[in-house]
T-cell receptor, first 111, second 112 residues
Framework: EADIYQTPRYLVIGTGKKITLECSQT?????MYWYQQDPGMELHLIHY???????EKGDLSSESTVSRIRTEHFPLTLESARPSHTSQYLC??????????FGPGTRLLVL | KQEVTQIPAALSVPEGENLVLNCSFT??????LQWFRQDPGKGLTSLLL?????REQTSGRLNASLDKSSGRSTLYIAASQPGDSATYLC???????????FGSGTRLLVRP
């Protein structure tokens, strides 16, 4: 069982609010990822990190930002939420060239 | 640009049947291929990882094969059970970017 956690699991918020989705892992993995997935649709990589102070944009353009100040923590922030941000956000981590372990996801609804 | 395709998109089988899910990729320069399972509204659970130098991996009733040169992988599920119902995703990790490229998945329903 992988130890990767996401909070909150569900979030309903109004337009214009700032939100931070938390992701933490206790496995000491250098690599961490954020994916966005609409119901029944494909996963899209929006951010990834190879280690502390490393962040890269993924394949899908996103208005969110990330930070990696500690190995175990990779939060995602939306400065001003909009209805188009409604989706499921999945965090994952891995060793180099190893299995990716996923968190349970955060389901975001922006009204 | 790497493209990962999964066929079929959906599959419905009676309990007890053996089945094969297919995954193909266009660029053979991969480090590994991973198979995941996703239940509705949940995260992904890793099933099997095959390194590019390997031909197959087995875990319980699951067997995954990899033919890197032809850009194909199969996931074989023996004696399917209703609890196997989920979406199955394959993904390849590229040696140029260390990122996973996902297929769109196969939705499996095993009928009691």
């Amino acid at each position: 069982e992988a130890d990767i956690y996401q909070t909150p699991r569900y979030l309903v918020i109004g337009t214009g609010k700032k939100i931070t989705l938390e992701c933490s892992q206790t496995m000491g993995h250098d690599k961490m990822y954020w994916y966005q997935q609409d119901p029944g649709m494909e996963l899209h990589l929006i951010h990834y990190s190879y280690g502390v102070n490393s962040t890269e944009k993924g394949d899908l353009s996103s208005e969110s930002t990330v930070s990696r100040i500690r190995t175990e923590h990779f939060p995602l922030t939306l400065e001003s939420a909009r209805p188009s941000h409604t989706s499921q956000y999945l965090c994952a981590s891995s060793e180099w060239l190893g299995t990716q372990y996923f968190g349970p996801g955060t389901r975001l609804l922006v009204l | 640009k790497q493209e990962v395709t999964q066929i079929p998109a959906a599959l419905s089988v009676p309990e007890g049947e053996n089945l094969v899910l297919n995954c193909s990729f266009t660029d053979s320069a991969i480090y590994n291929l991973q198979w995941f399972r996703q239940d509705p509204g949940k995260g992904l659970t890793s099933l099997l990882l095959i390194q590019s130098s390997q031909r197959e991996q087995t875990s319980g009733r699951l067997n995954a094969s990899l033919d890197k040169s032809s850009g194909r992988s199969t996931l074989y599920i023996a004696a399917s059970q209703p609890g196997d119902s989920a979406t199955y995703l394959c993904a390849v990790e590229m040696d140029s970017s260390y990122k996973l490229i996902f297929g769109s998945g196969t939705r499996l329903l095993v009928r009691p």
